[in-house]
C-alpha cells in the first residue's frame, strides 16, 4: 500500500472543494447532482492523476470511508425528519 496517499486524497479534495464554494452554488439554486459533476468537470485531469497513485488498498480504505459517509448521511437525514415533525 502506497502510505498516506488518501491523505493526499482528502487534502486535494478538501481544498478544491472550498474553493468550488458549494455553498454559494446551493444559494444560486444548483442542486446537489449539479455542484458534483461542475467539481468533476473542471476537475477530472487532477482526478486522474491522483487515481494513478492509489492501490488495491488505497481504493478499499476510501470505499470503506464512502461507506461511513453513507451512514452518516442517513443519519442526517433521520435528524432532519425529526425536526420537520417537531416544527409541524
Known amino acids: 500500500m502506497k502510505e498516506n496517499i488518501t491523505e493526499l486524497w482528502f487534502s486535494w479534495f478538501y481544498k ?3 474553493k468550488n464554494a ?3 452554488l446551493i444559494d444560486k439554486g ?3 447532482s ?3 459533476e461542475r467539481f468533476v468537470n473542471e476537475n477530472h485531469k487532477e482526478f486522474l492523476e491522483i487515481a494513478n497513485e492509489f492501490d488495491e488498498d488505497n481504493y478499499q480504505a476510501l470505499n470503506e470511508f464512502m461507506k461511513l459517509s453513507e451512514s452518516e448521511l442517513h443519519i442526517l ?3 432532519l425528519k425529526l ?3 417537531k416544527n409541524s
Do not use: C, D, T
Request: aromatic content about 16%; cysteine-free; proline content about 11%.
Open 16 to 18: 478544491n472543494w472550498e
Open 22 to 24: 458549494p455553498g454559494n
Open 77 to 79: 437525514k433521520y435528524f
Open 30 to 32: 444548483l442542486s446537489p
Open 83 to 85: 425536526i420537520k415533525l
Open 34 to 36: 449539479q455542484i458534483a
